[in-house]
């Protein structure tokens, strides 16, 4: 798997108090909030904790806009942490919509949100009555990404809510790059046609001329219909999330462009609203699919929706009606058992029946045509089967300490998910995304500096070399992992000459000393005494003076969810490790004689600590 075009820079998480500055129509169809204040520079929180200065680089930067829930006004927003917020609890919280930062003049102080108008939806209706003077909270952004580099040419598509973007996109336009931009609007009133059109790049006004938004194939069409010019292309498309699909399959699958030269984001999602006797959004009675669907992600629905996916169903339906018999065919299942399945999800509001008895897909059903859920709820995919082995081998691990993942599969977790040459690649690819968005920020930080060499170990270790080398032009990294995973973290990065690969594990010392050892994600995997010996063959693998390196999640309990601790759940009947708290780390390297960590937290409030092995 190649590199991202657009590397991410990830900052901490922070949120502010910001002044309504001023409020303008930039066309009939789009409002624009400019916000400033004070809060947008450094400062510490009224709670003690460091909020880093307001911070936007990218055209498609976005944050959070915390606004006031209309049956719970007082509900207060998030507060700030270290590197990250800690949200509220309970269920009366604030209303939270994400919204791309349009303009960011560092030197006047200023942000400028832009605002669809259409719907009564709380954001909307926000900025049509909020007056200057008014204050809002808001949070992030959390992390940027450039102008993809190494492109020939850049396909650049989206509807009004994706137009700030693009907006700030083409005044920041790289000199001499091409492009083509396609831009669907209302009507042709609502074109901003004071946009700059840099040298090089095409754009195309296309509008709906009264049909709703999220209804129609515009954007489609015109991509399918314009000349696809020679060289590499990168594509960047964003709007109605279920409008896309099509267009991310045309590119993946018509096309054949590769994951890293396509970014298809769902910036909304057409539902229906209830309104309340005054024509307000009712908030509460109009359901928001995506929550609904997550909720039915669980055993027997879960299992169903998993089975769907799996086989391809929203693939198959595809937005039209089909027979069982039809549907059986295309998916290549049993007719008998898919009926079964397909009666079952209709009692579930995922699927209906035509008045022919034909099946298509509800509207909350079409979430199964989003490529990320499909992908994620695909029991052959690495998400899902890590997610199986370690609810099936809960029981044993909660009666007794250890999961019994061997009596269902063979094989305990940890050799499954390397020998299974199909969950080796998955895993391998899922951790190395992640490890995306930290590794800039971690090779960043100041313990690399004037270091000569790194062993790394554990998860994503090429990512984090590749990272680790780009940033420290003298230092040379070594890759430790098991003989079975060193072909497959290779690829991922390709070669480099000061990155070498050496057949290891973090049970055992390394056979070359280096300045520092990495441990990426190794201590969740490990039961408390196997952490404490992996810290000690660490201490024992660094030259004299040398650090031994801890990187990854700490749980914290004020910040942790209902996903954070099912995670740890897992990964306990897995592996017999789990996530720890910061008491239970430095247990750990008390035990391993490792003295006292300095810690620092990276990126989005995964912490580091630098730990310097006792003498004697």
């Given at each position: 798997m190649a590199r991202s075009l657009r590397p991410l820079s990830v900052y901490p998480i922070t949120t502010r108090t910001l002044e309504v500055l001023r409020v303008a129509d930039v066309t009939p169809g789009m409002r624009r909030v400019t916000l400033g204040g004070p809060e947008l520079a450094?400062?510490?929180?009224?709670?003690?904790y460091p909020v880093a200065a307001f911070r936007s680089d990218g055209f498609d930067d976005e944050g959070k806009l915390i606004l006031p829930h209309p049956d719970h006004p007082d509900a207060a927003g998030p507060t700030q942490a270290d590197g990250v917020l800690n949200w509220p609890h309970g269920d009366e919280r604030p209303l939270v919509r994400t919204y791309t930062v349009r303009r960011w003049d560092p030197v006047a102080g200023e942000v400028?949100?832009?605002?669809?108008?259409?719907?009564?939806?709380?954001?909307?209706?926000?900025?049509?009555?909020?007056?200057p003077g008014e204050r809002v909270q808001w949070a992030g952004p959390k992390m940027s990404a450039p102008h993809p580099a190494g492109a020939d040419w850049t396909l650049v598509a989206g509807d009004e809510t994706a137009l700030p973007a693009i907006g700030r996109w083409l005044e920041e336009w790289p000199d001499g790059a091409r492009g083509q931009v396609f831009i669907e609007v209302a009507d042709p009133a609502h074109r901003q046609l004071d946009l700059p059109v840099p040298d090089g790049v095409e754009l195309t006004w296309l509008s709906r001329d009264g049909a709703e938004a999220g209804t129609t194939t515009l954007l489609f069409d015109a991509i399918r219909d314009a000349p696809w010019w020679e060289g590499t292309v990168f594509a960047w498309v964003a709007g109605e999330t279920l409008t896309l699909t099509p267009i991310r399959r045309w590119l993946r699958n018509e096309k054949g462009l590769p994951k890293e030269q396509v970014e298809v984001t769902g910036y909304w999602r057409r539902q229906e609203v209830v309104?309340?006797?005054?024509?307000?959004?009712?908030?509460?009675?109009?359901?928001?699919?995506?929550?609904?669907?997550?909720?039915?992600?669980?055993?027997?629905?879960?299992?169903a929706l998993r089975v769907a996916a799996t086989i391809g169903l929203g693939a198959a339906l595809g937005g039209a009606a089909r027979s069982a018999t039809e549907l059986a065919r295309v998916t290549a299942t049993d007719p008998a058992g898919l009926g079964r399945l397909l009666r079952y999800l209709a009692s579930l509001g995922v699927v209906a029946?035509?008045?022919?008895?034909a099946f298509e897909l509800t509207s909350l059903g079409r979430e199964l045509e989003d490529d990320d859920h499909a992908a994620?709820?695909?029991?052959?995919?690495f998400p899902a089967q890590r997610e199986l082995g370690g609810l099936l081998a809960l029981l044993a691990a909660v009666?007794?300490?250890r999961g019994d993942h061997e009596r269902w599969f063979g094989a305990d977790w940890g050799t499954r998910s390397v020998d299974d040459p199909a969950l080796l690649t998955a895993r391998v690819e899922d951790d190395a995304e992640f490890a995306g968005y930290a590794a800039g920020a971690l090779a960043s930080a100041p313990v690399f500096a004037g270091i000569g060499s790194v062993s790394v170990?554990?998860?994503?270790?090429?990512?984090?070399?590749?990272?680790?080398?780009?940033a420290h032009a003298a230092l040379r990294v070594r890759v430790v992992a098991a003989p079975s995973e060193l072909a497959a973290l290779r690829a991922l990065v390709g070669e480099h000459e000061r990155v070498a690969y050496a057949a290891g594990s973090p049970l055992v010392r390394t056979a070359e000393r280096a300045d520092a050892v990495l441990l990426a994600g190794v201590l969740p995997t490990l039961p408390d005494a196997?952490?404490?010996?992996?810290?000690r063959e660490a201490a024992a693998s660094v030259h004299p003076g040398g650090r031994v390196l801890v990187f990854g999640t700490i749980l914290d309990a004020e910040l942790a969810d209902e996903h954070d601790y099912e995670d740890d759940l897992i990964q306990f009947a897995l592996t017999g490790g789990g996530a720890r708290d910061h008491g239970a780390h430095e247990e750990l390297f008390a035990a391993a004689g490792l003295g006292t960590a300095q810690r620092t937290t990276i990126g989005w409030g995964l912490t580091l600590y630098a730990l310097t092995p006792e003498a004697g």
């Open positions: 450094a400062h510490t929180a009224a709670n003690g400028d949100l832009d605002f669809v108008r259409h719907g009564v939806g709380p954001a909307t209706t926000w900025a049509y009555r909020v007056a309104l309340d006797e005054s024509g307000a959004l009712d908030v509460e009675a109009t359901e928001h699919e995506s929550g609904v669907f997550h909720e039915l992600s669980e055993l027997a629905p879960g299992f029946t035509t008045g022919d008895g994620a709820l695909d029991l052959g995919g009666r007794t300490g170990i554990g998860t994503a270790a090429s990512t984090f070399a590749a990272a680790l080398v780009d196997d952490a404490v010996h992996v810290l």
